[in-house]
């Protein structure tokens, strides 16, 4: 069982921010990544329609024998991270959600909060929620950021449509007590170069990223399902690969190209 690879999945590339993440903490361990990019972006869409993709990801990682499983997904994590805990019985599921809203908790000074999402996460009121579970007196302002996707998955990061998007978007917040924005989307820290130019050096922007794979390995650790091995990491898109391939390549400082493919899920 240790041997086996961590199964990692999102919509896109937005979760390869994950995974550059495990690689760094965790060297020993064999990731497989799926990326729906043939039905990217998951955050317009309505919860049933989620769910039933994120089964089907989480079916495809299952059936390769993957140890354990990261939602590396905030719209996924928010919708059917239950639906997906249920399908996968004994083989633990991490979603990014709890981690990071624990690690927003702890960086906050001023007590408010702000989340970035999609429409789908900040509708959701999870942030929010489990926030307040933790420090009943959080307070928590959120805004959707739709086009940070497309952004991402277009690699305009440095285009400056993407400065312009993140004025617009970020304008709300301007003038408010926020001291912390959670990057409540695995896409938006590939964006954390703007994000931080408009909120300023005050803000601390937390990510899914880190606290998420810390407790990916604290998890492995006491379930002694930690691998010692050279790791080897295979990564599946759902549509046309060669955009996949540029991002990741830049995003993981790596060439992946003999490692990825394309695959049909089942489903529509
Ligand atoms: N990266 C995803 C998230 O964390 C999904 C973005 C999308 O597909 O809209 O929410």
């Given amino acids: 069982m240790t041997e086996r690879p961590i199964g990692v999945f999102d919509s896109g590339v937005g979760g390869l921010t994950v995974v550059r993440e ?9 990731v497989l990544y799926v990326g ?10 309505g919860s049933d329609t989620i769910t039933r993709f ?5 079916q495809f990682l299952l059936q390769q024998e993957v140890k354990a499983l990261v939602i590396a997904c905030n719209t996924v994590s928010a919708t ?25 908790v702890e960086a906050t000074r001023s007590g408010v909060l702000g989340v970035i999402g999609t429409v789908s996460t900040v509708r959701s009121g999870i942030y929010e929620r489990l926030a307040r579970e933790m420090r009943p007196e959080i307070r928590m302002l959120g805004e959707p950021c739709p086009l940070f996707v497309p952004i991402a998955e277009e690699n305009l990061l440095d285009h400056p449509v993407a400065r312009l998007m993140a004025e617009e978007y970020l304008r709300p917040f301007v003038g408010t007590p926020v001291d912390t924005l959670i990057l409540g989307c695995t896409h938006y820290p590939l964006l954390k170069g703007v994000v931080g130019q408009v909120m300023g050096p005050g803000v601390t922007l937390v990510d899914s990223a880190q606290p998420t794979v810390a407790e990916l390995s604290r998890l492995l650790e006491e379930r002694g399902l930690a691998r010692r091995g050279p790791a080897e990491h295979r990564f599946f898109v759902t549509d046309a690969s060669y955009k996949f391939m540029q991002i990741a390549n830049a995003i993981l400082e790596r060439d992946v190209s003999s490692s990825l493919q394309q695959v049909e899920l089942g489903g529509d």
Wanted: glycine letters at 4%.
């Fill in 22 to 30: 495990v690689l760094r903490q965790l060297p020993n361990e064999s």
């Fill in 36 to 45: 729906d990019t043939a039905r990217v972006p998951y955050g317009p869409r």
């Fill in 54 to 58: 994120a089964l089907q990801l989480a």
């Fill in 80 to 104: 059917a991270a239950q639906a997906v805990r249920e399908l996968a019985g004994d083989i633990p599921v991490l979603d990014v959600v709890h981690p990071t809203v624990r690690a927003a």
